[in-house]
């Protein structure tokens, strides 16, 4: 399967919805659905930071994905308007603002369900994600949103292929040197020899950055901007 950066952008979220909006609206919707439902955290967790309980942030992420939906916002975007991460906290930002009460804002089991919310899952991730040395980063929430999901694609093709418990062994060592009586216990443990787990390594390694690479083309306006993305987004988490 080719997963080159020119096939990523004939399904790139920024055209998911404007391009069918007036001749297909129920896929259009359906495809918008399926955007919030990727990039809620990073709005969940910056409501939350804005001194929200779990309850009225529930409700305020739930609020702005479907004012999103229903207003279409990002019909009246333009995809030169740059990146998705900074569109979607200028629009959150004004969406906020527009709220003057806890009163005003959707109330939860309302008419549609954008965002199938669990707080517990929620609170969960919020709680990993807060240190109070990040501050208000939506771009680093951006970013562990981003990472999370491409670890799960990983995984996934692993499962796929009957090779979870190679994914589980070398998922420990994708960014990081294995000493050679490692490499030799780990190659023992999976029934390889040396030079095969070097292969499959290499490989997992790879198959990370095309899927990290592919992730990220969803987000960016064009293909040129995908490495700056990438090398941004890895920057934020470093900084972290």
Known sequence: MNHNRADGFNTTNWSLVPASADEAPGRARKAMERLCSRYWFPVYAHVRRR????????????????????????????????????????????????????????????????????????????????????????????????IRRVMENLREEYSARGRADVHDALLPHLTCGLPGVERERLAANLDMDPATLRVAIHRFRHRFGELLRREVAYTVAAPDDVEYEIRYLLSVLADG
């Open 51 to 146: 001194g929200n309980g779990a309850h009225q942030a529930e409700d305020l992420t739930q609020g702005f994905f479907e004012y999103v939906i229903e207003r279409q916002v990002f019909q009246r975007a333009q995809q030169d308007q740059g990146r998705l991460r900074s569109f979607i906290l200028g629009s959150l930002r004004h969406y906020l603002q527009n709220q003057h009460n806890r009163e005003s804002a959707l109330k939860r089991g309302g008419r549609h369900t954008i965002v199938p919310l669990d707080e517990s899952i929620a609170e969960g991730l919020y709680a990993k994600e807060q240190p109070a040395a990040f501050g208000d980063s939506f771009d680093r929430q951006w970013a562990v949103t981003l």
